[in-house]
């Protein structure tokens, strides 16, 4: 079931169509009965897909069992009122697309909604690079995991020219897969 989405040669709207269809059965098929058999609950902070990861998590009945709270803080000024440290946000230091604010907000939104899991991601979309002060490029994404024992970070980079929409779905496919591997594994670190 894994592969990209930008393999798709369709027109553009075909293409977020299918995209999302494929993200959603994949969701309902494969992470929603891992969270299920596992009796994990998630909440999660998206700042790239902004709400399709919990879009995504909460198609199917009973969703309630296992989803606490998504959100996304795009401003800065919301990403501090959760807890973010300024320093992170600063352009000298870290920055927003960085595997340490990705850490961060997956740890303050676990702790927050009382969640098993905090799953946070943080990235670069397209746009317009020449009035933009930042060493970060198109694609280059950040995702956490956090548990009471452990926050884990990934880090991924999208090679391909899609348009934001896809971007954001293409996003929204790697994160479900690091998050369907860290559900699957043996070894799951959650209380």
């Known amino acids: 079931m894994k592969q990209s989405l930008a393999g798709f040669s369709m027109n553009k709207e075909t293409v977020i169509g299918e995209g999302y269809a494929l993200l959603h059965q994949y969701s309902t098929n494969i992470i929603l009965p891992l969270l299920a058999k ?42 501090i009122k959760l807890g973010i440290s300024k320093e992170l946000l600063v352009h000298d ?36 690079f020449h009035q933009r002060r930042t060493r970060k490029r198109a694609g280059e994404v950040f995702m956490a995991i956090s548990t009471k024992s452990n926050t884990t970070s990934f880090k991924f980079e999208l090679t391909s020219d899609l348009p934001r929409l896809l971007m954001r779905h293409e996003i929204a496919w790697n994160v479900l897969s690091i998050l369907e591997t860290f559900l699957a594994s043996d070894s799951l670190p959650l209380r």
């Open 38 to 79: 596992t009796g994990t609950t998630i909440s999660t902070v998206e700042l790239t897909t902004c709400g399709l990861i919990s879009d995504l998590l909460t198609g199917k009945e009973g969703a309630s069992s296992y989803f606490i709270l998504g959100i996304t803080p795009y401003t800065s000024e919301m990403k």
């Open 93 to 128: 230091g870290p920055g927003t697309v960085s595997s340490q604010t990705a850490r961060e907000l997956a740890e303050k939104i676990r702790l927050y909604a009382k969640s098993d899991i905090g799953l946070a991601e943080t990235g670069m979309l397209p746009t317009d």
